[in-house]
């Protein structure tokens, strides 16, 4: 499953990924990312959380490369991604690169707090 919200005055799209997800899971999402994606100005931050997923499996890059592309065209200025186990990264360091605007900014922690600094959203 995909669970999508944003933050206008954060100027902060956030995804989280949770349980197992699969390539369906994308295309119910994708009305969520999009509907969000209308309320965030250009140069928006992408919060990226993979803490509450079990398993993707590779059938879902083509998938996440059409979700990382739909971001990039809305303009997105930042990508930070939670990633706590790095054994569920299904190579989106290597699909950044074709699927993101060039020299885009992307930061991986290992958990949130880590994220929201990187953001620079702490209090």
Same mark, same amino acid.
């Given at each position: 499953? /995909? /669970?999508?919200?944003?933050?206008?005055?954060?100027?902060?799209?956030?995804?989280?990924?949770?349980?197992?997800?699969?390539?369906?899971?994308? *295309?119910?999402?994708?009305?969520?990312?999009?509907?969000?994606?209308?309320? /965030?100005?250009?140069?928006?931050?992408?919060?990226?959380?993979?803490?509450?997923?079990?398993?993707?499996?590779?059938?879902?890059?083509?998938?996440?490369?059409?979700?990382?592309?739909?971001?990039?065209?809305?303009?997105?200025?930042?990508?930070?991604?939670?990633?706590?186990?790095?054994? *569920?990264?299904?190579?989106?360091?290597?699909?950044?690169?074709?699927?993101?605007?060039?020299?885009?900014?992307?930061?991986?922690? *290992?958990?949130?707090?880590?994220?929201?600094?990187?953001?620079?959203?702490?209090?």
């Amino acid at each position: 499953m /995909l /669970l999508v919200t944003s933050n206008p005055l954060q100027r902060l799209l956030y995804v989280s990924f949770i349980g197992t997800v699969r390539p369906v899971d994308f *295309k119910n999402g994708r009305a969520a990312v999009v509907a969000q994606l209308a309320s /965030l100005p250009p140069g928006f931050r992408y919060l990226v959380d993979l803490t509450q997923m079990e398993f993707m499996g590779l059938d879902c890059t083509t998938e996440l490369g059409q979700l990382m592309e739909l971001i990039g065209q809305a303009g997105v200025g930042m990508v930070v991604r939670v990633i706590p186990d790095p054994s *569920k990264d299904i190579g989106m360091n290597i699909l950044t690169i074709f699927h993101y605007p060039h020299q885009l900014p992307v930061v991986t922690c *290992k958990n949130l707090t880590e994220a929201i600094q990187a953001l620079g959203l702490q209090s």
